[in-house]
Structures are given as structure tokens and as C-alpha cells.
């Protein structure tokens, strides 16, 4: 911090007056969430590991804003020269600053990392009392940081075949044209990472859990300028984009990465109208360096029309969802009965051996790319932290006196997974068994839910919360987001939260989360997760509407023990059943393939039937989870017949 205020205080630094105050945000300059390590400021500043935050560093005091679910996270993280702030609560970051500065104050911000859409706000509200925000276009942290700042990584391009993709990337710009036409634009910047991977059919690995390559893409109805680190184009990339001795409309002129500031400001000298990305949903659009460049008379500033094409899978890449979610599905169970019979063994097991676990199994799976998020494992207490990552400090050992929270995810050539599943390894409480059937509830109300297509999806979450608020309870994250294909774990349009209310509708082919929670602070959490694929019943509304529906793609088994069926209504237990079936014949084939047998025999206990109608006597008592020895005795029948039935089909 020291370090960094002398900087804020050197003018050929900041190359402008002296700063009063100093931002610090949590992107790349593409406003990426997930970063390389070279862009890491944040972390490097504060130590916050979370994915999003906003360091403001004045020369007397320090305060750092993040979102509710990371707000123990950061307060765990953060040392005492910062204060802490929830965003969406007061005081806002304006108000901070204008209480802390006075006029004629300057606030400095690097443009590149800051998203025009939030420089416009934070500018009208510091104006309203004479402080200024100002352009700073060196990086300050970057030079406190100096020759420690890691290498930034630029790795080789790579082609993402069709057969994956499922439409050629000179079909997916012939659409993207179109839309420029219908809009009357001469073009668009697209300066979005993911979107520039799937537009032309690339992935790249510069980033850790994210297959892209930074680059920016400018797209006329005459050239395709892809603006990129040159060496790291090989033979057969420059084959797919057709950059050989490219004179036409359907081939990619590949440029260095910095030549697009210089081509920018030349060419807009020839546009009448340029689509300049904004903010939607979860894309906070370009930053303020692109915006600023760009003459403001020719700028139409609208949210990506790719966002809309890349949300709406086409045929192969809802096929390669369903595909890719059984493989997950096999190394999730394969990791869970290890781990179960590791513990029953007496193993003394820890959160990072249960995050390598899981790692390793999604790396050996068919056309695995790795993981696509950190993997969550939080145990006890650690499970209310609702994005809590174990490290070696917090690293602790796995027992059966508390509830394991589970969330992960892989990248596949042929899919992105994101599941979570909650466990116990030995007795649990009646409330933690309350809590994790109210989840389920919420989850399950949610999956079973028809509805017109012009419903939306805010609409949709007070379903999945019900339950859990039924126990006047809340959980500080959204119900769902959109879910990329090879490529980001989240992805606009679609986000299911009461809190923020959108204009967008889902549309058959999205495919989003649903994960509900609950977090009791200081004891326990619970959190489940499935990815839903949106499908048309074929069904029209009286309005004219599609009827659409929910399919889970997930295929994870449920914790029986944790589930006490008497607060299921018949409606949801009977969804349990056709789920568990379900696991049994797609990922059960799987798991007999590949002659795991002990993962598939823990499959079969964990998706044993559940009855659907209980006798009047059951309402008695306390609790009664699904793997009471009352349950288990009234289920051991079917239990035997299904065992058998697949051991002969095996044999």
C-alpha cells in the first residue's frame, strides 16, 4: 500500500497531477473475471484469492467492495489496513470517496481494466461534487509490482473442431453480419475472450479454467481483424481462419495484439456507426480505453448480439452437453465412493486431497480440458462459506461431525459441467437434514416447472427459495446463470434472482444452473447444484407462447441420509425417482464399461427407490432420513432386484 501511494504521489508515474485516490478492480483488460496470474492486481494488492472486488486506495485509508457471498471470504483474507464494504449496500463507492475527499480531488483508474458502463456512473456521481476521475495509462500496480509480476502467458492458439462446435465460425459471422445490418452498423469491436473463441471456432489456454487467449476482434461486413500475439499462430489455425493471402469477407487478417488502438483510430475516420459492447447481465461490455477511442458520434453502444448466438446451443453442442454431463457424472461417482470407502477404511482424508481427487478423475475423462472453475471442497464450518477454496493455511481434515459441500466443475472439448453436491460422512443433525431437504425441494420445484417462453427468469426463483425461505432463511447468491460451451462456466443472458431483475427470456437450447443453498454462519452450509437444458413441450400457451420446460443434464446422485422424504411432496419424490433412474441406465452403463464396479454399486445404493406415499405413522417422530435403518430394512427388496438385474445384464 505504501509502495503504491508514493506511485499515486509521482507524476511521470501517473503521468497527470498528483491522486487522492487510486481504483483497483478485479479485471483483465477483455474484463475478464477469471485472470492470469500477471493480472492478478487484486490479489497481489490485498490478498483477496476471490474472483470479483474493487480496491479504492486513498493516501490516508484503504476500502475494499465485494459481492455478499465473498464478504467472509474477503473479511478472512484482508489484514486490517482495509475497510470492508458489501457492493449493493451504502455507502457505495461514490459516496465513500466523496466523504473521504474534497473538491477537486482526483480519482485515478486505470481505462483498460475498468468497464466504460461503470466509469460513466462513477463519473456523473464524482462530478455532482467536483471530483474528477482521470485516465491513468499506466498501471500503478503494475510498476509497485515490478520485476516480481509474472510473465503474461501467450500460448497457441488452438482450433475447436466443428464436429464439437457443431456450425462453421464463417457461418457463425454470417449471422453476426446480419444482425449488424438489421442494427445499421458499418461493424462491431468484440473485445469479450469467450465471445471471440466461439465466433471463429478457437480456444487458447492462457488463462487457467477458461480455454481462451486474449485478443481483440473487429468485425465489418467487409474484414475480420483478429488482434493477437502473432507467434502463437500455428499452421493449422492459420488453415481454419483462411489467413492466407485474405482479400475477401470470409477470411481472418490476424494483427498484433497492440495494433488495434492504431487501426481503431484510423478506421473509424470510414464508419458511420460502430457496435461498441455494454454491460448485460454478467459482460460489464468494453472498457473505457475502447469507448474512449472511438469517436463518441459513431458509437452505438448495445449489448453483443454473440452473447444471444452463443447462449442458444445448436444440435451438437446440446448433444455434446448431455455427453460430456455422464462422463462428469461417472468421475464424480468414482471420486465419491473412493472417498467413502477411504474413509470407512480409517484414511485420515483432508479438503485438498479431496480437491486433487476430483481433479485428477475429470482429467481422465474423454476429451477432458481440465477443470472449470477452482474446485469447492468445504468441510464443517467451512461449507457456510458459500465460495470458500481450501489452501494450505485453511487446509482441514474431513470427519463425520459436520456437512461436506462439494462444488466443481470441468471443461470438456464437447461441454462445460458445474455440479455441487452436499454429503455427510456420519450422522447428521435433524436441522442439517432440514436444511439439505428444503434444498432439494427449492431445486427440484424448480427442474419440474413448465412455463411460457415469455416468462422471466426472476420469476422463476422465488420456486427454488421457498423452501429454504419457508425456514426463514435466505442464501446471498442467485438460484442460476447461463452456462458456456467449452468455454466460460457463466455466461449472460440468463440469471435467475429476485435482486436483479432482466428483460431476457430463456429460449429452448440455453442451459443454465440451478443451486439453491442454505448457510448457517459459523456451523453449516448446504448447497446443490444441477445444469438444466432448456426443451420446447411442443406445447402452445393460450397467448401464443411456447410452453417450455427444464431437463437436467447433471447426473449425480443425491445423499439418501440427508433427505427426509416426509417434507418431499409426492410430485417431487416421484422426480427423484426418474432421476435416480436415470443416473442408473446412463451413468450405470458407463461405470459397467469401464468395469468399475465399486463406483457403480455406490451408485446403486445412493439411487434407490424412494417411496412415494407414506403410511400415517411415519408422520411421527422426528426426522427420518431415506438411510434411516427403518428405510433401508422397508428397501432392501427392490435394492437386491436392481443389483441383480445389472449383474446379469453385465455377465
Known amino acids: ?50 474472483t470479483e472486488g474493487t480496491a479504492v486506495v486513498l493516501l490516508r485509508s484503504a476500502a475494499f467492495w465485494v459481492n455478499e457471498r465473498d464478504l467472509e471470504q474477503a473479511d478472512q483474507e484482508l489484514n486490517c489496513a482495509w475497510r470492508l464494504f458489501r457492493n449493493g449496500e451504502r455507502p457505495t463507492m461514490a459516496e465513500y470517496l466523496i466523504a473521504e475527499l474534497t473538491p477537486e480531488a482526483l480519482v485515478g483508474v486505470d481505462p483498460q481494466l475498468y468497464p466504460h458502463t461503470m466509469w460513466k456512473h462513477l463519473e456523473a456521481d464524482l462530478s455532482a461534487d467536483f471530483i474528477r476521475l482521470v485516465r491513468v495509462q499506466r498501471n500503478l500496480v503494475d510498476l509497485v509490482w515490478g520485476t516480481k509480476r509474472p510473465a503474461p502467458k501467450s500460448n497457441a492458439i488452438r482450433v475447436h ?20 445490418t438489421a442494427l445499421r452498423c458499418d461493424g462491431m469491436i468484440v473485445t469479450s475472450l469467450t465471445e471471440i473463441a466461439y465466433l471463429l471456432n478457437v480456444r487458447g489456454s492462457d488463462i487457467s479454467h477458461v480455454p481462451v487467449f486474449k485478443a481483440y476482434l473487429l468485425v465489418t461486413h467487409r474484414e475480420l481483424l483478429l488482434y493477437t500475439n502473432t507467434s502463437r499462430e500455428t499452421l493449422n ?33 470510414h464508419w458511420h456507426r460502430l457496435l461498441v459492447p455494454s454491460a448485460i447481465v454478467f459482460d460489464t461490455g468494453a472498457s473505457e480505453a475502447i469507448y474512449s477511442i472511438i469517436p463518441r458520434n459513431i458509437v452505438f453502444e448495445r449489448a453483443s448480439p454473440i452473447i444471444f448466438m452463443r447462449a442458444q446451443k445448436n444440435e451438437g453442442e446440446k448433444q455434446g452437453m448431455r455427453r460430456s454431463h455422464v462422463r462428469d457424472g461417472v468421475a464424480m461417482c468414482e471420486v465419491l465412493s473412493r472417498l467413502e470407502e477411504r474413509f470407512i477404511a480409517g ?35 467451512h461449507s457456510a462459506l458459500p465460495n470458500y477454496i481450501p489452501t494450505n493455511r485453511t487446509n482441514i481434515e474431513i470427519t463425520e461431525h459436520g456437512t461436506l459441500l462439494i462444488d466443481s466443475g470441468g471443461q470438456y472439448e464437447d461441454g462445460t459441467t458445474d455440479v455441487s453436491r452436499t454429503l455427510h460422512l456420519g450422522d447428521p443433525s435433524p436441522d442439517q437434514i432440514r436444511a439439505y431437504t428444503n434444498v432439494l425441494s427449492g431445486m427440484i420445484r424448480l427442474s419440474m416447472q413448465t412455463f411460457p417462453e415469455n416468462l422471466k427468469p426472476a420469476d422463476l426463483d422465488a420456486l427454488a427459495r421457498g423452501p429454504v425461505w419457508g ?74 407462447h411456447k410452453f417450455l420446460a427444464f431437463h437436467d443434464v447433471t447426473l449425480v446422485p443425491f445423499e439418501p441420509k440427508l433427505i427426509d422424504r416426509r417434507l418431499l411432496s409426492v410430485p417431487e419424490k416421484k422426480w427423484l425417482n426418474e432421476y435416480n433412474a436415470r443416473i442408473r441406465q446412463q451413468v450405470g452403463e458407463e461405470l459397467k464399461r469401464k468395469h468399475k464396479m465399486d463406483a457403480f454399486y455406490w451408485m446403486m445404493n445412493k439411487t434407490r427407490y424412494v417411496p412415494e406415499y407414506i403410511s400415517e405413522s411415519d408422520y411421527n417422530g422426528g426426522a427420518e432420513s431415506i438411510d434411516s435403518p427403518r428405510a433401508i430394512l422397508q428397501l432392501t427388496l427392490p435394492i437386491m432386484v436392481l443389483l441383480a438385474t445389472y449383474s446379469i445384464a453385465l455377465f
Open 161 to 180: 473442431p466443428v464436429r464439437f462446435a457443431g456450425e462453421r465460425w464463417d457461418s457463425k459471422v454470417a449471422r453476426l453480419r446480419s444482425n449488424l
Open 1 to 50: 500500500l505504501q509502495a503504491l501511494r508514493t506511485e499515486m504521489r509521482t507524476r511521470t508515474s501517473t503521468q497527470t497531477a498528483e491522486l487522492d485516490a487510486y481504483l483497483v478492480p478485479s479485471y483483465d483488460e477483455h474484463q475478464s473475471t477469471y485472470l492470469m496470474e500477471s493480472d492478478q492486481r487484486v490479489r497481489f494488492l490485498t490478498g483477496f484469492s476471490g
Open 237 to 269: 489455425v492459420k488453415n481454419h481462419l483462411k489467413t492466407h493471402s485474405c482479400h475477401n469477407e470470409n477470411c481472418v487478417q490476424v494483427r498484433e495484439y497492440g495494433d488495434v488502438w492504431r487501426d481503431l483510430r484510423t478506421m473509424a475516420q
Open 347 to 381: 484414511d485420515h482424508l483432508t479438503e485438498l486431497w479431496l480437491v486433487r481427487e476430483i481433479d485428477h478423475a475429470r482429467k481422465i475423462q474423454n476429451n477432458s480440458e481440465g477443470i472449470a472453475f477452482p474446485t469447492i471442497v468445504a468441510f464443517g464450518k
Open 471 to 544: 425456514s426463514m432463511y435466505d442464501y446471498p447468491h442467485g438460484t442460476g446463470h447461463g452456462i458456456g460451451y467449452y468455454s466460460a462456466v457463466r455466461e449472460s443472458p440468463i440469471s435467475i434472482s429476485y435482486t436483479t431483475k432482466h428483460r431476457f427470456t430463456f429460449k429452448e437450447g440455453y442451459f443454465f444452473s440451478n443451486e439453491p443453498g442454505y448457510y448457517k454462519t459459523g456451523e453449516f452450509g448446504v448447497r446443490l447444484e444441477n445444469v438444466l437444458e432448456v426443451i420446447d413441450t411442443g406445447k402452445i400457451h393460450p397467448s401464443g
